[in-house]
């Protein structure tokens, strides 16, 4: 039975797995769906299924192809081994269940109700 989009939505990168190596397994599945993916489409996918911290660097990039999505994800990693980016504190920050910040104690909601003078034909309407 042939894959399908849900199948692709659901697959994660593996502890140990390169983000080369996750690629190839996810674009070789997605070779298999019925009907056939775009380029365009794979590449929405995969950045969207990404962990928050490659989402993050990826997302206002727009590769021209699955190989130069994989190349900046390799870049990526390679930052990561070197220290480049300060993985830790991505981590440790404070976040919702998409990946937004929380503020301690933030405002949700602002409720304003207007008030208006006492006029006279105002206090006629008074139920």
């Known amino acids: 039975m042939a894959p399908d989009r849900m199948q692709l939505?659901?697959?994660c990168?593996?502890?140990h797995e390169s983000f080369k190596e996750y690629a190839q397994r996810w674009r070789d599945?997605?070779?298999q769906v019925a009907p056939p993916m775009m380029e365009r489409e794979m590449i929405t996918m995969i950045v969207d299924m990404l962990s928050v911290f490659y989402y993050e660097k990826m997302v206002g990039y727009t590769p021209s192809s699955f190989a130069n999505l994989v190349f900046t994800g390799e870049m990526?990693?390679?930052g990561l081994r070197r220290g480049k980016f300060d993985y830790l504190a991505l981590m440790n920050r404070k976040s919702g269940p998409n990946g937004e910040n929380k503020k301690e104690g933030g405002i949700h909601a602002v409720i304003s109700i207007p008030t208006w003078p006492n006029f006279p034909l105002a206090q006629q309407y008074q139920y």
Do not use: D, G, P, Q
């Open 13 to 15: 990168k593996r502890e």
């Open 76 to 78: 990526i990693e390679v």
């Open 29 to 31: 599945l997605a070779t």
């Open 9 to 11: 939505h659901n697959m």
